[in-house]
């Protein structure tokens, strides 16, 4: 098979697109055919770069940490998935060849950064990670939203607990983990969405979501906006990410009482002063949580096919075509998702 593959850390052009032989499932294994892997500014362009060490990438590597496309053959053991069906897979996942379900105490690791990732034409992942696609889910939308939505669920169904009619303050409008935000609360949950950018534009990116409200931190007082927006209550949840040192500490003080917040992100700090009269004076939780549960995919790949969150995607281009993407990502980090598809070369 065609894999895109790196052997020692460096820029775009470590990235070599060769000949390799076709992986073999393992036992609990399934060989996906790809035809869709995002390409990420921390986890496929930093990797590459020799920037994130401590995620132990191991060499020579095939990047890709997420893949969509059709089942092309499984190993001993698989019940759950059969040839020609459409299927994607991302993220941790185990090691070793294991058991469809069950009780798994071997490693763990990233495909694409501690097993072979979807920069290929065959990959092979354990089938307990596999989801089915809904009809209607195309693979190159299907891969971007593995990346995105179920961090994004995650945080605002399960940790959050978001309510339909509950006010939420969604940071970073236009990024990628703020467009899905918006969409998740207002055409999921049912809530009432205020969102927040650095500039009018991306907080029209944010408005054109959906979101009922948009305020630029720039030009305007975030909380004194939420204030009057609410009604002097304060928001239910604010939906973070970025954890920018300058915006978080006064989107902090616009929670209200019993007010949550939730984040899985801090690329724009880490630190961060907080009021912690305001904290426990208004009884605020606050949870960060990476990561999502496997049991909130379908629900979200099936959202994606509804109509109901549009993903981000920005363009597809041809595997071999892998080092382009990463140069256009590190010129515009913020230029949303691009899909390698090995099946246009
Ligand atoms: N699957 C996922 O998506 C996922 C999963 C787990 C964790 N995360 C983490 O969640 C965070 C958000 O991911 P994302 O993909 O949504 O990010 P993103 O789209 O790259 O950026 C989100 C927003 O952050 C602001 N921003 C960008 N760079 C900044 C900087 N240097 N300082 C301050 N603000 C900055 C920008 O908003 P404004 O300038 O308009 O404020 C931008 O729109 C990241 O830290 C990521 O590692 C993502």
Redesign the pocket.
């Known amino acids: 098979m065609k894999a895109m593959v790196i052997r020692s850390f460096g820029g775009p052009e470590v990235l070599e697109y060769q000949q390799v032989a076709d992986p073999q499932p393992r036992r609990g294994e399934v060989r996906i055919r790809v035809h869709a892997a995002t390409v990420n500014?921390?986890l496929d362009v930093s990797v590459r770069a020799g920037r994130e060490p401590q995620r132990h990438p191991v060499l020579p590597l095939i990047l890709g940490v997420d893949c969509a496309g059709t089942v092309d053959a499984v190993g001993d053991g698989v019940t759950l998935w059969k040839g020609g069906e459409r299927v994607a897979a991302a993220g941790t996942m185990p090691l070793e060849p294991c058991e469809e379900s069950g009780a798994y105490a071997g490693p763990v690791g990233m495909m694409g950064i501690r097993r072979p990732g979807g920069f290929a034409e065959l990959v092979c992942v354990p089938s307990r990670v596999v989801d089915a696609l809904p009809d209607g889910l195309g693979f190159h939308e299907a891969a971007v939203a593995l990346?995105?939505v179920?961090?994004?669920w995650n945080l605002l169904c399960n940790e959050a607990r978001l309510k339909p009619g509950e006010w939420v303050l969604v940071?970073?409008?236009?990024?990628?983990?703020?467009?899905?935000g918006i969409q998740i609360a207002k055409n999921v949950v049912g809530a009432r969405v205020i969102c927040?950018?650095?500039?009018d534009a991306?907080v029209r990116t944010g408005t054109e979501l959906g979101a009922d409200h948009g305020i630029n931190?720039k030009t305007q007082d975030i909380r004194d906006e939420v204030l009057k927006i609410t009604g002097g209550k304060g928001v239910d949840v604010l939906y973070d990410?970025?954890a920018?040192p300058e915006?978080l500490p006064k989107a902090f003080r616009a929670i209200g009482m019993n007010g949550r917040l939730v984040?899985?992100?801090?690329?724009?700090g880490p630190n961060v002063t907080i009021d912690f009269f305001h904290l426990y004076d208004r009884r605020i939780t606050i949870r960060g949580t990476?990561?999502h549960k496997h049991e909130d995919v379908p629900l979200c790949l099936r959202a994606v096919a509804e109509g109901k969150i549009k993903v981000p995607l920005a363009k597809v281009l041809p595997l071999s075509h892998a080092a382009e993407a990463h140069r256009m990502i590190e010129a515009d980090?913020?230029m949303g998702k691009i899909v390698l598809d090995p099946t246009m070369g």
Request: proline share 8%; charged share 10%; net charge positive.
């Open positions: 500014r921390v990346r995105h179920p961090t994004a940071m970073g409008a236009a990024g990628n983990l703020g467009a899905i927040t950018a650095g500039s991306r931190y990410n970025i920018n915006v984040t899985a992100g801090a690329h724009g990476p990561g980090p913020g």
